[in-house]
């Protein structure tokens, strides 16, 4: 077996896949901008979820709304029916405008619909890691049941992680990182996780071959020259997240 072919085995999924839904072309974490990165071509997509303040999954990346909406206060503190108001797309563009924040049961019908295999990351509010663990976990449970490909439910918080686990072990996981600890090991091994989920920054060919000898796939953020997604995939990443969407497209070799 070529290395390759072992990469595939290990990863058997998408190995391009866009960062928050569409990269740089669409607000982020918004249905609009899962729908754009497939119509690019692209089979998978990463995007973020939190809980509300009523406990439902959305989409967000900060703990706040300032920055991507037109609401204010803070995501764990803002009921659902609240959020679902607010405006997601008008900070980006004007032809966004209108563009709601998401429930995380939206974006997998859509990701569904689409075809699309997705890197849910897990991203608790301050506080709220176990909560919001469990809670993706079971939503993933429920709404990506019967799908061709689970999602890797991946996350900063081993907290969320463990939680995640214990509620739905049978889900794929992800550790993510923004650095690599010296006992990354031990943690993949007691989180069971399927693949490490790196700052690209983060990694060398020999850490990569490490990782890989220990029987675990790699996914680098974000990968945004196509010169560094060539070095990466030398050293056989299995998977690179990207911003640039129509510079490392979904057949990028
Ligand atoms: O999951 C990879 C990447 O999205 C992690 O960083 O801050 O963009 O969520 P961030
Ligand atoms: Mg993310």
Redesign the pocket.
Known sequence: MTPRAESQVRWPRPRVVA??GGGRLAPENTLAAIRLGARMGFRGV?F?VMLAGCGTPVLI?DETLKRTSNGRGEVARTPYAELARLDAGAWFSRSYRGEPIPAYEDAVRVCRELGLWA?V?I?PSTGYDRRTGEAVALASRARWAGAPQPPVL?SFSTVALAAARSVAPELPRGL?VGRIPPHWHELMRDLDCVAL?CNHRALNARLAARIHDAGYGILT??VNERRTARKLLGWGVDCL?TDALGTIGPSFR
């Open positions: 960062h928050r990463e973020d990346h890197n990351e991203k991946s993510l989920h953020w974000t997240v």
